[in-house]
């Protein structure tokens, strides 16, 4: 339950600041950190059994068959990712109390942070893959949210358009490779996933599953050649920066990366894939951000870099590099999100970003440079500082590995020189804001120091990464220990947090770093020169250029495809079903099977030979409409027939019933219409039509020859077997409709009434032009209510409502239900507007259609609600038997309440589709009056 809670109250609070917006800026904010600080205490209570090695995992039924549990687990690696998300989380708020200005809807700002906040926990703690990747779409999404949070500027909407394209894009991919390890596998959930590892690899289908996960991983985790759209997001406010660069949204593709670890690491595939991507991804951030003069471009691709390292580390075939991998994420985290922070401030006091503007800031902001210099020399990997350990253990596992044989030497030395650049750039963020002569032509000039309280989350990060450089030991070791541990799924391998391991190779690599760093930063003019003399690919303008090209492809694709043609989609999907046809009977040896084919008597023969001659029939008076629906209508007959020829009654009575309120329906809709259909098919295209229609029915005729000469199991049996005693009636039809399956029939019913008062909605004040004679030239008769037919309809109505009552009341033994009753009654009720004429039939029937629909769907709901009551699956049926005198013994069953919404449903939708195409030629009928 703990576990549930933590996850679930930042989504909870989210209504919190939007309540206490009014109350104040201070009371909004108050109100956003208040569920992010209660999951925060409750992770923490937690926290002796990670440490422990403990793995708590709840389990929750949901859609079992389709593998989707609400399964959550807490490990060390959950709790670390868990803490980053609430502790800096916390701290991002209180600054972003400071940060935003009056004008800004802080209240939305927070609900949109309290459910990014929520769908990372969702991420980290998630047992079940399918689970967490609802989660993980729903960082995609609530990012974009965020970062074009400043949506009345273009480069916002932007970059939170080309962020959500990329990671969406990547989210596609991953779901097909979590779809491929259930498979393999045989379930989602990570316990048994990781516990699998020899079975994933070995699988023919590992390479494809392990590139499907890694797309995922690489665009969340903005790998190259995915790494754009990272720094296009900078156009979010400073406070969201901070969270995704450092917590969050970047940092879900290397969790990814550690969290399956067991599952798909050890192999040569993942091993060139991740350390190959890593480490070009860690050169490319490296060298980009050194030359970028924008301050969060500059941390953007520096965080690019860093990215790559760890999953570089992670590629490497070492378990220490994945210590060292995981303990980066630590270190990383803190230094990235004071920095941004920092320069938050420096944006926030100056006005602009541009580092060829904001110099000489330690005269004006002291406090803040001293803050951010710190962080800085951790980001660069100075002795002391947190970043040295985790970068010193990062050149240790390069020298280790021997993954490109006898070039392996390439990878220690591509880590030195984006180490290199690592202290360049942070050379450049150090010397160049707060030193290097004063400021230039600044929007907010003097800038001074902000706010005491909001220094206090970028004071809080900076400590951290004093305590963890020099006292790891004591700070930091327990929750690494932990991580490291879930992360493996396996015994910690030894090894040392200590600051001095003597002079050794890594050592050395670091002073060349620094040295080197130094060396590129005193001669960044002649490299700015030629960077500048260099191509500049604008990302953006790619970006948008791809976008137009996929869209304009889509489009002529379905303008191709969907051109409005209704021969054209029936042709092709004839097409389509022969060829799949075609491909499915090619392997049979023989077409004909075992079984003998039911034998025919003369009079099947002779129905089966008019059926064929009216469908036919049809076909060929297609064009004079009103004889081919009556043609049509005798081919409808012949199928019910066959139905009850066949012992399917219930099947009969349904399709004469359909048959009959269709009839009445394409009655009404060709008064409409011209008499005749004209001629607007070429000769080739009727050519083509013939021979779509041959080979379609050939198809349909080979493919029932090949089933039914052919055993196979049906599921009848069951439904026979349990019809009486499971839903206490013999008609097995009607006990599955409303019992076995009244699921469907109860979501049928739904789309019954939603189409019907979606049609009421098209035709409601529609008026259409209407034909004064008939195709012959005849004028239509000036008496449009025949007496014949007024009397007739009399007698009928009470008739016809007898017989409904009657076959409402046996559907649930005898062939019959509420569907039947229904189409009956509105065949009944649809009479009198024929016969009648609107005005007449309406003033006599003083109830709304809509109601009537809208009640039969209310209460076929409520049955099924009923059965939650007492414990029992949704629509579950109850019944039992009574005895009255003269009555006798008789059954009572929920079954007839589910039917009494079927048949009310079934009256109310097609009463308000019939009777609203009258309303349309209403005025017809009072114009021969």
């Known amino acids: 339950m703990a576990l549930a809670l933590i996850i679930a109250l930042p989504f909870l609070g989210i209504c919190l600041p939007l309540l206490f917006a009014r109350a104040g800026r201070s009371a909004c904010a108050a109100g956003a950190a208040l569920a992010p600080l209660a999951a925060l205490i409750l992770l923490m209570s937690k926290r002796a059994e990670v440490f422990a090695g403990e793995v708590e995992i709840v389990r929750l039924s949901w859609l079992p068959e389709l593998g989707l549990n609400l399964s959550l687990r807490l490990d060390g690696l959950g709790f670390l990712f868990a803490l980053l998300i609430?502790?800096?989380?916390?701290?991002?708020?209180?600054?972003?109390?400071?940060?935003?200005?009056?004008?800004?809807?802080?209240?939305?700002?927070?609900?949109?942070?309290?459910?990014?906040?929520?769908?990372?926990?969702?991420?980290?703690?998630?047992?079940?893959?399918?689970?967490?990747?609802?989660?993980?779409?729903?960082?995609?999404?609530?990012?974009?949210?965020?970062?074009?949070?400043?949506?009345?500027?273009?480069?916002?909407?932007?970059?939170?358009?080309?962020?959500?394209?990329?990671?969406?894009?990547?989210?596609?991919?991953?779901?097909?490779?979590?779809?491929?390890?259930?498979?393999?596998?045989?379930?989602?959930?990570?316990?048994?996933?990781?516990?699998?590892?020899?079975?994933?690899?070995?699988?023919?289908?590992?390479?494809?599953?392990?590139?499907?996960?890694?797309?995922?991983?690489?665009?969340?985790?903005?790998?190259?050649?995915?790494?754009?759209?990272?720094?296009?997001?900078?156009?979010?406010?400073?406070?969201?920066?901070?969270?995704?660069?450092?917590?969050?949204?970047?940092?879900?593709?290397?969790?990814?990366?550690?969290?399956?670890?067991?599952?798909?690491?050890?192999?040569?595939?993942?091993?060139?894939?991740?350390?190959?991507?890593?480490?070009?991804?860690?050169?490319?951030?490296?060298?980009?951000?050194?030359?970028?003069?924008?301050?969060?471009?500059?941390?953007?691709?520096?965080?690019?870099?860093?990215?790559?390292?760890?999953?570089?580390?992670?590629?490497?075939?070492?378990?220490?590099?994945?210590?060292?991998?995981?303990?980066?994420?630590?270190?990383?985290?803190?230094?990235?999100?004071?920095?941004?922070?920092?320069?938050?401030?420096?944006?926030?006091?100056?006005?602009?970003?541009?580092?060829?503007?904001?110099?000489?800031?330690?005269?004006?902001?002291?406090?803040?440079?001293?803050?951010?210099?710190?962080?800085?020399?951790?980001?660069?990997?100075?002795?002391?500082?947190?970043?040295?350990?985790?970068?010193?253990?990062?050149?240790?596992?390069?020298?280790?590995?021997?993954?490109?044989?006898?070039?392996?030497?390439?990878?220690?030395?591509?880590?030195?020189?984006?180490?290199?650049?690592?202290?360049?750039?942070?050379?450049?963020?150090?010397?160049?804001?707060?030193?290097?002569?004063?400021?230039?032509?600044?929007?907010?000039?003097?800038?001074?120091?902000?706010?005491?309280?909001?220094?206090?989350?970028?004071?809080?990060?900076?400590?951290?990464?004093?305590?963890?450089?020099?006292?790891?030991?004591?700070?930091?070791?327990?929750?690494?220990?932990?991580?490291?541990?879930?992360?493996?799924?396996?015994?910690?391998?030894?090894?040392?947090?200590?600051?001095?391991?003597?002079?050794?190779?890594?050592?050395?690599?670091?002073?060349?770093?620094?040295?080197?760093?130094?060396?590129?930063?005193?001669?960044?003019?002649?490299?700015?020169?030629?960077?500048?003399?260099?191509?500049?690919?604008?990302?953006?303008?790619?970006?948008?250029q791809a976008m137009h090209g996929f869209t304009a492809g889509a489009g002529r694709l379905t303008g191709a495809l969907e051109n409005g043609s209704l021969q054209r989609y029936l042709a092709l999907t004839l097409i389509s079903a022969l060829v799949l046809v075609i491909v499915s009977l090619t392997p049979l040896q023989s077409l004909a099977g075992s079984v003998a084919l039911t034998s025919l008597d003369g009079i099947t023969v002779l129905g089966f030979g008019i059926l064929a001659i009216t469908s036919l029939g049809t076909a060929l008076l297609h064009r004079r409409r009103l004889v081919a629906l009556i043609v049509l209508s005798a081919a409808g007959l012949m199928v019910a027939l066959a139905f009850a020829r066949y012992s399917a009654p219930d099947l009969a009575l349904t399709q004469l019933s359909v048959e009959v309120v269709t009839v009445i329906l394409l009655i009404l809709v060709l008064y409409f219409m011209p008499e005749r259909t004209p001629v607007e098919s070429s000769s080739v295209r009727t050519f083509r039509d013939i021979l779509l229609a041959a080979g379609g029915g050939v198809m349909v005729a080979l493919l029932a020859y090949a089933v039914m000469t052919r055993p196979y199991d049906s599921i009848s049996a069951f439904f026979l077997e349990n019809s009486v005693s499971g839903g206490g009636g013999t008609n097995v039809v009607n006990v599955i409709l409303v019992d076995f399956r009244g699921f469907d029939t109860l979501g049928e019913i739904s789309v019954l009434a939603v189409a019907a008062v979606g049609i009421f909605g098209l035709l409601h004040g529609l008026k259409l032009p209407h034909a004064q004679h008939d195709y012959s030239g005849r004028a239509w008769s000036p008496d449009p209510h025949p007496m014949l037919l007024d009397a007739l309809t009399r007698v009928l109505l009470p008739l016809a409502l007898l017989i409904s009552v009657f076959i409402f009341l046996r559907g649930h033994n005898l062939p019959g239900g509420g569907f039947i009753a229904g189409l009956v009654t509105a065949v009944a009720l649809i009479m009198q507007y024929v016969s009648h004429g609107v005005v007449w039939t309406q003033e006599r029937q003083r109830y709304s259609y809509h109601g009537m629909a809208g009640a039969g769907v209310l209460i076929a709901a409520l049955t099924g609600l009923g059965s939650l009551l007492f414990d029992h699956p949704f629509l579950t049926t109850a019944f039992s038997y009574f005895y009255l005198p003269l009555v006798g013994k008789f059954e009572l069953a929920t079954a007839m309440l589910f039917d009494l919404g079927v048949y009310l449903t079934v009256v109310g939708a097609t009463m308000l589709i019939l009777s609203n195409i009258g309303h349309v030629g209403q005025d017809i009928c009072k114009e021969y009056e």
Not at 329 to 354: Q, Y
Not at 414 to 421: D, I, Q, Y
């Open 86 to 544: 609430l502790g800096i989380g916390l701290l991002v708020i209180l600054y972003a109390r400071y940060y935003l200005s009056k004008s800004d809807p802080m209240g939305r700002f927070f609900g949109f942070f309290l459910l990014f906040m929520g769908s990372m926990l969702g991420v980290v703690l998630s047992e079940n893959l399918l689970l967490m990747l609802m989660f993980w779409e729903l960082t995609s999404l609530s990012s974009f949210l965020l970062i074009g949070f400043w949506n009345h500027r273009q480069d916002a909407r932007q970059g939170a358009r080309m962020a959500l394209t990329v990671t969406g894009g990547g989210g596609l991919a991953l779901l097909a490779g979590i779809l491929l390890i259930g498979h393999i596998v045989g379930s989602y959930e990570l316990t048994e996933v990781l516990a699998s590892g020899d079975l994933i690899r070995a699988h023919s289908l590992y390479p494809l599953t392990l590139i499907l996960v890694l797309l995922g991983v690489f665009t969340k985790s903005a790998q190259f050649p995915f790494h754009f759209w990272l720094p296009r997001a900078m156009a979010a406010p400073t406070p969201v920066s901070a969270f995704l660069h450092s917590a969050t949204m970047v940092k879900a593709g290397v969790f990814l990366l550690a969290r399956l670890y067991p599952a798909l690491a050890n192999s040569e595939w993942w091993f060139y894939l991740v350390s190959m991507t890593g480490m070009a991804t860690l050169v490319f951030g490296a060298v980009l951000a050194l030359f970028q003069h924008d301050l969060k471009g500059l941390l953007a691709y520096s965080t690019i870099s860093h990215l790559g390292l760890i999953t570089l580390l992670f590629g490497l075939d070492s378990r220490l590099a994945a210590v060292a991998a995981i303990f980066h994420i630590i270190n990383h985290a803190t230094f990235k999100a004071s920095l941004f922070m920092a320069a938050g401030i420096i944006d926030h006091e100056t006005g602009t970003r541009d580092m060829r503007k904001i110099n000489g800031m330690w005269k004006y902001l002291p406090h803040t440079a001293l803050l951010a210099m710190v962080a800085s020399l951790a980001m660069a990997g100075v002795p002391l500082l947190n970043g040295f350990l985790s970068k010193e253990m990062f050149f240790a596992e390069t020298l280790e590995q021997h993954l490109l044989g006898s070039f392996y030497w390439i990878i220690p030395v591509a880590a030195t020189m984006a180490s290199a650049f690592s202290v360049a750039y942070s050379l450049r963020f150090v010397h160049d804001v707060f030193f290097n002569g004063e400021p230039v032509d600044l929007p907010n000039y003097p800038p001074h120091e902000p706010p005491r309280y909001m220094k206090i989350p970028v004071e809080v990060l900076v400590l951290l990464c004093l305590l963890v450089g020099m006292l790891p030991g004591l700070t930091v070791a327990p929750l690494l220990g932990a991580a490291v541990g879930a992360s493996l799924n396996a015994e910690v391998p030894e090894y040392s947090l200590s600051i001095w391991h003597g002079f050794n190779l890594p050592l050395i690599m670091s002073f060349i770093a620094m040295g080197g760093g130094l060396m590129i930063y005193l001669l960044r003019r002649p490299m700015f020169r030629w960077y500048e003399g260099m191509p500049q690919p604008d990302a953006l303008r790619f970006f948008e």
